[in-house]
């Protein structure tokens, strides 16, 4: 059926908002999807998904990144299954987890070892450490609206006065070591260094922001960003669990042509499954081989997880998905331009075709360049926010903090009805 709202079924998810708010927290099991609406969904396949009402919608959240393949792989599923069906765990070696990482090096091209986790989160720390324990140092250079995790080490709030914790419960004198700078702002940074020659273990970024907007990096930050950290000899940390696999195979490094020195790699990595990945240069990864570091996981490289890695990675090389994700995104983005003129709506897009950001610029406020969190923050969020659930409401699925990815599996039928129901959404929103 068609997300028209006039044939729109909403027969109230069979009393499943009641149930779950009886027993989980808020009703959700990540506190990210407390902003989103209580959608219940039955199923997932390629680029759509439908609700326990039935309801079909075009996915631009892609379960917040990894389905970047489209929902339910057969390849990787397959693969998956097969490989399970002889055991998941065994507390041991096994062959795929090497053909695994082989293969995810290949794609890399850049980083000569890895090691597999569980989550983005927990990848995060394995990396602050090694760079603490390879540097002797213990500050961290990070970037405002940027989002490593949630744990009490990286979580932090962005306000016009600094970071802060993140949440309740979370003791200030974690992030003691952080110095937080703007993205894309080189003589900030620079600043950064000349105030703490000697004491900067590492930086981490996303190497385009993806969790503030969809900002990529200007010309010439990251290679600046790396000059700095190899005179200093700082640790460069790219966190690619968003742009990992998604702007290019290589991810952000082979994107934007600059090589860290460490990565990290979750939600595309592995078609949806849930794993995560460390990768870089042998002598700070060997610091988890030789035991000094310790990086530790019952469930990594579970036999789930190399199976949907290495099949992943085959997907990718075998039909690699960029080419028609730049084509649908790039069309997408300029349908949406087009459709906010038509409408008189202040419409702001920005980012690349894979990872993109909507919003509204206030009333009468010019177009406006993002290159920042602070320059993010003149956009009406909260409108986007809103507009962000009748968009559900007329069968396109996306995230109220504004962003949306493209996938593979997105084609032309998504893009014209994407645009469609975009166009009616916003008459609707307008009445
Ligand atoms: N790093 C970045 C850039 C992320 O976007 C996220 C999650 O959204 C994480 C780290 C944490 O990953 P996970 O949610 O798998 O723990």
């Given at each position: 059926m068609t997300a028209d709202q006039a044939v729109r079924r909403d027969t109230g998810d069979a009393g499943l908002a009641a149930r779950a708010a009886a027993v989980l927290p808020g009703g959700v099991n990540s506190n990210v999807r407390l902003a989103a609406s209580r959608t219940f969904f039955e199923r997932g396949s390629g680029p759509r998904l439908w609700d326990v009402d039935g309801n079909e919608y075009v996915d631009y959240l892609l379960g917040q990144g990894p389905a970047f393949l489209g929902h339910a792989h057969p390849q990787v599923n397959a693969a998956v299954t097969a490989a399970v069906s002889r055991g998941m765990v065994f507390g041991a070696q096994h062959a795929l987890e090497v053909e695994a990482v082989e293969k995810l090096l290949a794609a890399i091209g850049w980083a000569d070892m890895a090691r597999l986790g569980v989550s983005g989160t927990e990848a995060v720390q394995a990396a602050l450490r090694l760079a603490r324990a390879a540097t002797g140092r213990r500050r961290v250079i990070g970037f405002a609206?940027?989002?490593?995790?949630?744990l009490d080490t990286v979580l932090m709030a962005h306000g016009p006065d600094g970071p802060r914790p993140g949440s309740a419960g979370q003791p200030p004198e974690y992030l003691a070591d952080w110095l937080i700078t703007p993205f894309n702002d080189s003589v900030a940074l620079e600043r950064q260094f000349s105030a703490h020659p000697g004491e900067i273990a590492a930086v981490i970024l996303?190497?385009?922001?993806?969790?503030?907007?969809?900002i990529a990096p200007q010309p010439g930050f990251l290679e600046r960003l790396r000059e700095l950290c190899t005179a200093n000899g700082t640790v460069l940390i790219f966190d690619e669990v968003v742009t990992g696999f998604r702007l290019a195979f290589g991810g952000a490094a082979q994107r934007f042509g600059v090589t860290p020195d460490l990565a990290i790699y979750g939600k595309a990595l592995a078609g949806g499954w849930p794993v995560a990945a460390i990768a870089g240069r042998r002598e700070l990864l060997e610091q988890f081989g030789t035991g000094r570091v310790n990086h530790s996981g019952?469930?990594?490289?579970?036999v789930m997880a190399a199976a949907a890695v290495s099949s992943t990675m085959d997907v990718l090389r075998q039909a690699p998905p960029y080419a028609s994700v730049e084509e649908h995104g790039g069309a997408l983005i300029d349908g949406l331009r087009e459709l906010g003129h038509r409408h008189g709506v202040p419409l702001n897009v920005h980012g690349l075709p894979a990872a993109f950001h909507v919003s509204f610029r206030r009333?009468?406020?010019?177009e406006t360049t993002v290159v920042d969190h602070a320059t993010l923050q003149s956009l009406d969020l909260d409108r986007y926010a809103r507009f962000s659930r009748t968009l559900a409401r007329h069968g396109i699925w996306v995230a109220g903090r504004g962003i949306w990815y493209c996938s593979a599996a997105h084609g032309q039928a998504e893009l014209a009805d994407t645009l469609e129901r975009f166009d009616r959404a916003i008459a609707a929103d307008a009445a």
């Open positions: 609206g940027q989002y490593h995790g949630w996303e190497p385009m922001m993806c969790n503030s907007g969809a019952t469930f990594n490289a579970s009333d009468g406020a010019a």
